[in-house]
């Protein structure tokens, strides 16, 4: 397959969007040490993996946090200066802290935000969600 060929493919992301007391959790997303904006916990899906199994393995990894009762959510269509993706999200109100080391991690500040008092620079992804969906809807 050409160059060419693989810039036209579209890659899938997950997300999870953790719902607890009317809040949203939210960390701080890096890409090459430079700040993108805050980002549910998620990241790609893997060849093989159901999105469920997607999501828990980013939550686990990303935030330490294990989900529980979910139901599936809304979509974003990611166009990025460089490349295109879409991302999946599962809607969670149920869920664990399995470490607490990741979950307090400094650099990416896990924070909860009010619906609507969401930090001003927010991940593309997250961003291009918003424009179609509104939280309390979720």
């Not at 939210?26 to 549910?40: K, T, V």
Request: with cysteine; hydrophobic share 35%; charged share 20%.
């Amino acid at each position: 397959m050409s160059n060419k060929d693989t810039n036209k493919k579209v890659n899938s992301a997950v997300a999870a969007l953790i719902i607890k007391n009317k809040k949203i959790l939210l960390g701080r997303r890096f890409e090459n040490n430079q700040f993108m904006g805050w980002q549910c916990p998620g990241g790609y899906l893997q060849k093989g993996e159901t999105v469920t199994q997607a999501v828990n393995r980013h939550c686990t990894q990303k935030a330490g946090i294990k989900i529980a009762a979910h139901r599936p959510g809304p979509y974003s269509n990611n166009i990025f200066a460089e490349h295109h993706t879409t991302t999946l999200y599962l809607v969670v109100n149920e869920f664990t802290v399995c470490n607490r080391d990741v979950f307090e991690n400094e650099k990416k500040q896990w924070s909860w935000f009010d619906f609507d008092a969401l930090p001003k620079t927010l991940f593309l992804p997250l961003a291009e969600l918003l424009k179609n969906n509104k939280f309390p809807q979720l």
